[in-house]
């Protein structure tokens, strides 16, 4: 059963507002590229795939309107829009790829008049709406090979379908495996609990055995209840495999590692960012303050106490056992085999 996260409706688009799941599942609507920008920087909308998709969108909503009658001054405006909504966030890969997608697809056809280039924009975003659920699934199919029968599975933050178009990424593994899963162990992922509301809600709904955890009890999970698989997402993949996803990633590697249990991403290509040697040059994100001084609306410190708050930690391309991509499974992942399966 998978969500319908993001969806175009007569002229505007409609999002789960993610803020405020497992509470109520409610859609907001976006009709501006100012919409879109708020939506992604306060996580209505989140997750890369998401974002991406989200980004395409805006582009379109931010030229719709655009009073240009020639190419030059549409693409000016265009220019302005993507500058403005690659602001929304930094970190997510998916996001630039979408809108590169966009500003390429209007250079290519320069010839076409100012109507024609916004219905291809908006064609664009619905193929890349599109495109995002057919690679989930084939992630989902080649990730569920990995995956022994009656295995304990650990994921952290949410790549499900809440964070792609609808089917997800480590959850469309999850859900691929069927019934070869016996456990899904969730961690909440402090501080917006990205795992507790959101990946939670989806699997309990797909009727996948689920256990909550704490952030700091995987250590003693795998040590204890034995675990036989960590599946994440990624939001930012570097040429040589490193891995930037939501924060607290890394410490799951090292635990695995040490744990000797096998640590898998699960990502589509337009995760990767080649033009980047290493996980060093990945922008991570710092949000605010007070997500780390609450839970939920209660402040659970000594208010206006000094707080660390990024968003996304690196995992260090030795510590993943496999990417699991649509274009096929890159074991003990490098710059050369991410280039020769991706190219
Ligand atoms: O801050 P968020 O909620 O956007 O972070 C999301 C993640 O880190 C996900 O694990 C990642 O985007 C993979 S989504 C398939």
Redesign the pocket.
């Known amino acids: 059963m998978s969500v319908e996260t993001i969806r175009w409706k007569k002229d505007r688009v409609e999002l789960i507002d993610q803020r405020l799941l497992p509470a109520k599942l409610r859609y907001i609507s976006c009709r501006s590229a100012r919409d879109m920008w708020e939506a992604i920087r306060h ?1 209505k909308v ?4 998401a ?1 991406g998709i989200a980004g395409a969108y805006g582009a379109y909503l931010g030229v719709r309107s655009s009073r240009a009658a020639k190419y030059r001054t549409f693409k000016r405006d265009l220019d302005r829009t993507v500058e403005y909504l690659a602001t929304a966030r930094p970190t ?1 890969r998916n996001l630039f790829w979408a809108l590169e997608e966009v500003t390429g697809l209007v250079e290519q056809n320069r010839d076409k008049s100012v109507p024609e280039l916004k219905k291809l924009i908006l064609e664009k975003a619905h193929g890349i709406l599109e495109e995002d659920n057919r690679i989930c699934r084939l992630i989902g199919e080649k990730g569920a090979a990995l995956i022994k029968p009656s295995s304990r599975v650990l994921t ?4 499900g379908g809440l ?2 178009a609808g089917h ?3 959850v469309s593994v999850i859900t691929a495996a069927g019934k070869k899963i016996q456990r899904v162990y969730a961690d909440e992922t402090r501080p ?1 609990l ?1 795992g507790a509301r959101l990946t939670v809600w989806e699997l309990t709904r797909e009727g996948v055995p689920t256990t909550l955890i704490c952030d700091n009890m995987a250590a003693s999970l795998m040590d204890q209840k034995g675990i036989d698989a960590v599946v ?4 930012r993949i570097a040429s040589n495999g490193d891995t930037a ?2 924060i607290g990633t890394y410490n799951l590697a090292v635990l695995a590692s040490y744990h000797k249990v096998p640590f898998y991403v699960a ?1 589509p290509f337009s995760t990767f960012d080649l033009a980047i040697p290493d996980g060093s040059g990945i922008s991570i994100e710092e949000r605010a303050p007070e997500e780390v001084r609450t839970v939920g609306s209660s402040c659970v410190t000594v208010p206006g106490v000094d707080v660390w708050n990024p ?2 930690d690196v995992t260090p391309s030795k510590l993943i056992t496999a990417i699991i991509t649509e274009k096929g499974v890159i074991r003990a992942p490098d710059r050369k085999k991410i280039k020769k399966v991706l190219s």
Request: proline content about 4%.
């Open positions: 996580l989140r997750g890369a795939p974002i997510a952290h933050c949410n790549a964070a792609t997800g990424t480590a917006v990205q994440v997402g990624a939001d996803n939501k990502a968003a996304f």
